[in-house]
T-cell receptor
Framework: SQTIHQWPATLVQPVGSPLSLECTVE??????LYWYRQAAGRGLQLLFY??????ISSEVPQNLSASRPQDRQFILSSKKLLLSDSGFYLC????????????FGNGTRLTVT | AQTVTQSQPEMSVQEAETVTLSCTYD???????LFWYKQPPSRQMILVIR??????QNATENRFSVNFQKAAKSFSLKISDSQLGDAAMYFC???????????FGKGTRLSVIA
């Protein structure tokens, strides 16, 4: 069966520090991979998605970047965090095709102080 | 661009009663897919139910069912025999027929009253 791992679960970082959140998927190959952000009590905002190694689509220009160095690995990064980067970050994967739902990781709660 | 609207920021229901959560969407595509996700306090996103636009029959999953009105672009979720464990944020989501990401609504927070 497929599983998705996302870490860390919680992170507190000072303003101006770098960020690296990692997500890996097991049990499937060539998945679509996604990073979403959820502000407190709000909906999900798509940040990045990838349909293949090295292929990244950015939905919202901002202080973050994403990379996919391996088929089942998706990394969210920042060189210098801003206070506004605080939030709940969710990684997800799906198979190809519109009828495939997204399967989410457990999320990372990021607090920038 | 496709948009998904959930007009009810908060809803409440008595335990064992039935509640309906509303969702409308805007698209020019004829082939697409719709989903409802549940996010309990743990913040884990859980797939509740999905509907293919080409299917006229409404999807059902145990106590959860949808009312899919394609012409009206409406996709409501009905929860029957509500339980305390149903308390959560519920998100409606749309996905086109291509290899595209899901578009989510802003969510409806459901409270279940014992």
């Amino acid at each position: 069966s497929q599983t998705i791992h996302q870490w860390p679960a919680t992170l507190v970082q000072p303003v101006g520090s770098p960020l690296s959140l990692e997500c890996t998927v097991e049990g499937t190959s060539n998945p679509n991979l996604y990073w979403y952000r959820q502000a407190a009590g709000r909906g999900l905002q798509l940040l990045f998605y990838s349909v293949g190694i090295g292929q990244i689509s950015s939905e919202v220009p901002q202080n973050l970047s994403a990379s996919r160095p391996q088929d089942r690995q998706f990394i969210l990064s920042s060189k210098k965090l801003l206070l506004s980067d605080s939030g709940f970050y969710l990684c997800a994967w799906s198979s190809r095709g519109g009828n495939s739902p997204l399967h989410f990781g457990n999320g990372t709660r990021l607090t920038v102080t | 661009a496709q948009t998904v609207t959930q007009s009810q920021p908060e809803m409440s229901v008595q335990e064992a009663e039935t509640v309906t959560l509303s969702c409308t969407y805007d698209t020019s595509e004829s082939d697409y897919y719709l989903f409802w996700y549940k996010q309990p306090p743990s913040r884990q996103m859980i797939l509740v139910i999905r509907q293919e636009a080409y299917k006229q029959q409404n999807a059902t999953e145990n106590r959860f069912s949808v009312n899919f009105q394609k012409a009206a672009k409406s996709f409501s979720l009905k929860i029957s025999d509500s339980q305390l464990g149903d308390a959560a944020m519920y998100f409606c989501a749309y996905r086109g027929s291509g290899n595209t990401p899901l578009v989510f609504g802003k969510g409806t927070r459901l409270s279940v009253i014992a």
